[in-house]
């Protein structure tokens, strides 16, 4: 529950809560220092409530200990804060792409969250609930707010955990932030995530009656390090933030130092910055970021990459796809000189030559004549196989991502374009080896990827061990936000191969997964795949799990109750037009429901691929169900 409002007029907050939660004990958190510190606000919150739970819960403290030293362990903090170590996959592509890779970092969010949302189950002190009162909420940086939502999420509905947070007159209404000064720029970042905070389910934003949202003037002062002596030190934490979705972090960091930097790390510190802007949707300011950041770039290398970026902002944003072409084009040049004889230049090039294959194929699927939808994606093979002939024997974590993510797109291209076979078997190619055989990490999507390419072959028994090698890893793993995807590919191929009984434990299996992890919209994927497999007659469990699927409107799951149990689903399913969802190529790099982040307009690999999800059936506006926020 958020109040926004003058923290001093939000004095009567427990008299507006329902009697039961009034009366629950109350814990006071210490305001944040400023700065928006990723993860900061989370050490306010642990610091109130981990004593408590050394001593009355040391087991469930013990169960979580793994994370929870993330945040506990501050020797190595500095004037910069601490690192919260990350893959390192996942933070370079967060750092040199423009799109969320937010899968690692939502499982540490996942995870803290859960250890809190236990405090209730496991402490006399919560024992009936507890509710945490956080004064100055608008100084959270966004990954401790995605804890404490998800928490509160994630509670026990006997148990809850109930949030109050205070907030000053701060918040804009959402909006751009494409403004003159650091301080509209913050202003309209926090108004646009508290936007999306107040839209969540449980969330109940009141607004002070005599006070009016207006724009605070957001400390953004200097952080007292000389860029000249700290400069990778720098660059470092503002990557770090950008790798959490800690976008305010980002242009703190960024605008601290901008004036007294200069030359290549001045370009970097402009680099980072767009990224932070176009991943948070200001695409025209990232834009125009990195076009300043070209006058300045002496490094070809850097030049180039620039370059990339701005072609994949026209490419995959704006859909300008001949801008973008230019784009890349032009980056080439830069570095053509180069490509023998330096491994960043080739690693570079490499990228922009991936970059026209994506445009060559987004042009195909438009293109109305044969003729010339062939020519656009030979082109696309051409420019993909020459960027993975040119890194192939290289070394470093650039390369190797770089050939991972080629090796996808080949596989993808060939997929495509009706090529199945080839595509099933250069994947097996270039992926397999004996050091990561045994590896889960790799497992996961690489047996996913090959059961789905097997199905579409019509090998489904090979196809089925695939998956299920899959999902035993990601299981191994602990890995709930893709065990969840691997069940529903899994029991879209049982159930289109006449496995029913595999099928309905898939889609039940994920059903529940769906419902603990709070995922609505694989909720939906999972009983459109239930109910697709009674309508068929298929032997499913009771309808008490409809319930769960919150997306769907009330009426729309009555309506489909009665139908499941008056035998006429078939033709209900057609009228809300519900059917199985084929799945996506790949696994998801993000996860918009941990994220509480804007999603981009379209996903293209689904697009690509024919994967279209399906839209939710809607009816009458519901009212936000009640979690405890």
Partial sequence: ?????????????????????????????????????????????????????????????????????????RADENALGRLVPLAESAALGTTRRISRESHESAKIIDEVARFLALLPVHTSTY?????????????????????????ALLADEDAPLTVIGLCGPSLLPKGSSSADSVQQRMGALRSRFFGNLAERDGV?????????????????????MDPSEDGEELLRSIGEALSFQNFERVLLLAESITRSASGELAVHIQRLSAISEAQSGELDSARERLSDALNSADNPVVYAHLRYLLGLISTKRFY?????????????????????????????????????????????????????????????FSKAFDAFRL?????????????????????FLLEITSRVPEARKFWQRVMEAPSRAESKEFILPYRLRTGLLLHKEGDNTEAMRALEDSLDAARELGDGFYEERV???????????GRMERACAAFTDGMALATRLR??????????????????????????????????????????ANALAEGTLGQTLADLGLQLQVPGPKLPPHIPFVDLEDAPKQDLNRLLVGADGQGAPTSQQQPKERVGV
């Fill in 1 to 73: 529950m958020l109040f926004f409002g003058a923290h001093n007029e939000c004095d009567n907050w427990r008299s507006r809560l329902p009697h039961q939660e009034s009366r629950l004990p109350e814990t006071l958190l210490k305001v944040p220092a400023p700065g928006y510190r990723t993860f900061g606000a989370l050490d306010c919150l642990l610091d109130a409530v981990l004593p408590i739970a050394r001593r009355e819960a040391p087991e469930l403290v013990r169960d979580y200990e793994g994370v929870l030293s993330l945040f506990t362990d």
């Fill in 127 to 151: 024992a009936s609930g507890a509710l945490l009162v956080a004064p100055g909420l608008e100084y959270w940086d966004r990954p401790s707010l995605r804890v404490l939502y998800r928490a």
């Fill in 204 to 224: 109940f934003p009141v607004y002070s009656e005599s006070a009016t949202p207006t724009l605070a003037e957001f400390p953004c002062e200097p952080i007292g």
């Fill in 320 to 380: 300008s796809l001949e801008e973008a072409r230019q784009h890349y084009a032009t980056g080439k040049e830069a570095v053509q000189d180069l490509v023998e004889i330096d491994p960043e230049a080739r690693v570079e090039y490499a990228w922009l030559l991936n970059g026209e294959a994506l445009v060559s194929v987004m042009q195909a699927r438009t293109a109305k004549d044969q003729e010339i939808r062939t020519a656009l994606h030979e082109d696309a």
């Fill in 391 to 411: 890194v192939q024997n290289d070394r470093g974590i650039s390369a190797f991502y770089l050939r991972h993510n080629l090796a996808a797109n080949i596989t």
């Fill in 487 to 497: 069940l529903a590919s899994l029991g879209y191929v049982a159930a289109t191969t």
């Fill in 519 to 560: 995922d609505p919209q694989a909720q939906q994927v999972h009983a459109s795949g239930l109910l697709w497999l009674a309508a068929r007659g298929a032997s499913i469990p009771g309808g008490a799990w409809l319930q769960h699927v919150h997306a769907w409107p009330q009426d729309v799951r009555e309506r489909l």
